[in-house]
Structures are given as C-alpha cells and as structure tokens.
C-alpha cells in the first residue's frame, strides 16, 4: 500500500496544485512510483482519460508530472458549476446529475465510500499518493462535512502539509490563523509548513521562519520562490486571466467567458516567441487583434446572452465581418458561433437562444454527456485556415450538446469553417506542434512578417516546465524532512 502526504492551503489558489506536480516529479525522479489525489475537486478545466472519463484538468497535468497515465481514481468527484449556486455532479468520472450547492452539500457524505474506493484502489498501484487538499481547511461552517481536507487526512490517514501564499500577503496571519482554527487532533496531523511564492531574496525572511516555527511548534519545510512556467491552471482564479495588455507582435484575443472552461486550450500559444495571449471580459477591450477564440463554457446559453449584452458580440462579429479578423471557437465557443442553441431538457440552464450566426450549426443539448479521445486531421480547406490543410491533431471531447452543421466540415472529427471563422468540439486541437506552429506561421504572414521563433514539441516543452517547478522545489523544501515525514505518518 502507498505512503500518503497531503497537501493542504490557508485559502484557494496558494499553488497546492503546482507543489503536488512538483512533488509527484521530484519523488518520480527519486525512482519511486507515485500518483496524485484530490478528492473532490470544483473546476471547470477538465479532461478526459483515455477510457473516456472525466476528472479535472489538474489531476492530468499532475499525473503528466509523475510519468503515468490520468485515472479518474485520482479526482473520483467533480464539481462543474453551471450556475453561481449549482454544479453537474461528476463521480468516478462519469455524470451523476445536476445538483444545487444545497442539495449536494446534504448528500456528499454519502460520496465517502466511493472516494474510499478510489484511493484504496490507486494505493494499491504506487509507492506514494500525494493528496491535494481544496481551499481551506477551516472553513467553520463546512467542516462538519468535510471530504477534503482534514476529514479525508483522517480517512486515509495522511500526514499534511500546510501551504500559505506569501505573494497574497499575511503569511503569518494565513498559517498561524490556519492552525490555530483547527482541532487539537488536526493540528497534530501538520507535520511541517510550506511558504510558497516567495519574491526577492528568501535569506530575508530567515527571522519569519523562525517566528513562524517558534509559533506554531512545526518546522517549515521550505520557502519556495514564486517560479515561473507555463503550465496550466486549474481554474477561473489563474492569473492568465487577467492578462489584458498586448505584449507580443501577435496578439490572441481569447473572449473570458462568464462560464468559461478549459481555457489551458490556450496555453500552448505562449510557448511561441513573439505571441501574446490575453483574455477579454469587456467589448473595449477587443480592439482589433490578430486573431479570436472563444473557448469552451459550462453554461453556453447564459453565456450568449451576456455576449449579447456586454456588447462583445457586436465586436467579435465587427472583427470578423468588417475587418477580416480569423475567430475559432472551441467546444462552447463553436456552439456559440453557430445559429442557434436550445437546452429543452435544462440540462444546463434551460431555453434557447440564437447564435452568433458566424458558422452554419444548431446546436441541441441533451442528457447524454460525450466523452472521448479523438485524433484526426483537417479537411482541404480554403481561406485564413487553409493553412491547416491536413495537419493532423489529438485532443478530445467533453460537450452535451449536439451540433448539426450544414457548412463546410473543418476536419475528419467534424466542425465547421466559414471563411475566417472555424470551430469544433476539440479540446486540445492547438497542441499539435503541426496545428499551432502553422497558424502562428500564418499570423506573422498576414502581417508581412517572417516567424524566426522555435518551433517545439509541446510534450517536450511541457517536461521541461515540470523539471523546472521539481528543480526550484527540490532547491527550496527540505526533501529529507519530507521523506521523513512520509515514513512516519500520523
């Protein structure tokens, strides 16, 4: 059976999950077998595994990092909200219904057995299972229930780590406030304290640790800097989204849909010398970039009214129409770009609305759920993505709805192209070193220039961004103590 060590944050986004990815890499580079864990996660950035189940985005990119295949053992529930007080339930990677928060708070309990199945099942399968927690551990009002941070600690009886953010300010108040709001029981399970994001020179806050470590009566572990590396975030918190300046000679408008999911469809972009990529929540901020994407949404409906509304759409729209601007929509985009879209069961918000009219697609939302890995290639096509003129690409889908197109078909996998606007139900279609160097090749034409960046494999690129996070951890967390923490449990 795995050894576990948990890692678990004073508040949302204090980097638990690049610190588990990190520390799944540095224990593979060890010569040891290990595998993430989250219990229960709430993200509207998923993926699909190769047996065609769901589980959030960062269990994948975790599970990258320790050189496995993502199971859906590693994040046995998903929550994907759909509205600001519900969520489709996923469990065991598969849809287990719509749930108001209410609702699924009275019966979550009840999803013990099936966690336990999970974990139980993945210990079996390594030597170590590092767990990630969910924001705090002392949130008062939700303890009682909890199934993922202490009351999972307990379970499987994990030693844990208590990571604060130092970047956000009040690291002494986020980590001293923290334990000290836990049980005299939850306190002995913190067997060390991590500071992460550091800035500037961490010899400077050698009289912190001291204060923090006299105390708390824990040893802090480490001090890790504020690292920089392009790999996705788990959720709508990522600082991408806020990137709203122009830093490249080409610039991605990407629109940050109120609902917006899977938005890391983008990150491979940033990889490419010269381009910027930034997220667009207002129509001022539109402008005239070089190219669109509107990315995938949980709530499609609900998220074209508020393009109608905002004023975005009469923008993107002006872009393509008036400008000749290329827009590519991606799942809910694609959905979006088409003429109209109808939920008659609510299977996500209900009604119906119509599109953007940019593609020829009706889109209707039903109560089965696709989930699958795809390959393909793009048709001969003519126009700005004739570029892509059979590039072949792997990615998946993960959508309720079901589109009819009467236009021209944009792959072998379906979808649809327009002139300058193209879209389909692939997540990842970009990652392709074939996909995204062609456009961005063709971005630079369409402005007169030559591309004299790297072109590089995006797997290749994204093992060196987890050697880099393993390297600085490595550099920065005392691993003996954390091995010996490991061994000794609880």
């Known amino acids: 059976m795995a050894e576990p060590i948990m890692l678990q944050g004073t508040m949302s986004n204090v980097g638990k999950s690049f610190l588990t990815a990190a520390l799944c890499r540095i224990f593979r580079q060890d010569g040891y077998s290990c595998a993430p864990f989250k219990s229960q996660n709430m993200a509207l950035n998923s993926y699909v595994t190769a047996d ?3 589980i959030g985005r960062a269990q994948a990119m975790q599970a990258e990092a320790a050189g496995i295949e993502p199971s859906a053992l590693m994040n046995p529930v998903l929550l994907k909200p759909t509205t600001d007080v519900g969520s489709q339930v996923i469990v065991n990677g598969k849809v287990r219904g719509n749930m108001r928060a209410a609702e699924y708070f009275r019966h979550k309990k009840e999803l013990i057995p099936d966690i336990m199945q999970a974990y139980r099942t993945l210990s079996e ?11 705090s551990p002392v949130e008062l009002n939700l303890k009682a229930d909890d199934i993922v941070n202490m009351g999972l600690a307990q379970l499987v009886r994990s030693p ?9 300010g009040g690291v002494f108040a986020q980590l001293l406030g923290t334990l000290s709001l836990l049980e005299a029981h939850e306190q002995d399970m913190v067997k060390g304290l991590v500071v992460n994001q550091f800035r500037g020179d961490s010899s400077l806050f050698r009289d912190g640790i001291s204060i923090l470590e006299e105390c708390s009566r824990k040893p802090v572990a480490g001090v890790v800097p504020y690292i920089s590396c392009n790999i996705e975030d788990e959720d709508s918190l990522s600082g991408r989204l806020e990137k709203k300046s122009i830093s490249g000679i080409i610039d991605i408008a990407v629109i940050r849909l109120p609902k917006i999911s899977n938005f890391t469809d983008l990150d491979v972009f940033e990889q490419y010398d010269g381009v910027s990529v930034r997220y667009v929540s207002a129509s001022r901020e539109l402008g005239t970039p070089d190219m669109i994407v509107i990315p995938g949404t949980k709530s499609t409906i609900s998220d074209m009214k508020w393009l109608r509304v905002s004023g975005v759409e009469e923008e993107i729209k002006k872009c393509a129409l008036s400008y000749g601007i290329p827009v590519f929509g991606i799942c809910g985009g694609y959905q979006l770009m088409g003429r109209s879209v109808s939920d008659p069961e609510s299977n996500e918000c209900g009604g119906s609305i119509s599109g953007m009219g940019l593609l020829d697609g009706e889109t209707v939302f039903g109560s089965e759920k696709k989930q699958t890995r795809v390959s393909g290639k793009f048709n001969k096509l003519s126009g700005f993505f004739s570029c892509l003129s059979g590039a072949g690409f792997h990615g998946y889908e993960i959508h309720m709805g079901s589109t009819t197109d009467t236009g021209t078909a944009l792959t072998d996998c379906g979808g649809s192209v327009s002139g300058n606007a193209a879209g389909c139900y692939v997540h990842g279609i970009f990652d392709s070193e074939e996909v ?4 961005v090749k063709r971005l630079f034409e369409a402005k007169g220039l030559e591309y004299t960046g790297h072109f590089s494999s995006r797997r290749e690129y994204r093992q060196k961004q987890f ?4 390297d600085t951890v490595r550099r920065n967390i005392d691993m003996e103590l954390i091995y010996r923490i490991i061994r000794e449990g609880i």
Request: hydrophobic share 50%; proline share 0%; charged share 25%.
């Open 436 to 439: 995204s160097g062609r456009l």
């Open 52 to 54: 065609g189940l769901e």
């Open 467 to 470: 050697d880099i996070i393993a």
């Open 160 to 168: 844990v780590l208590l990571v604060g953010d130092i970047d956000r």
């Open 125 to 135: 399968q390594y030597d170590i299972i590092v767990i990630e927690g969910a924001g």
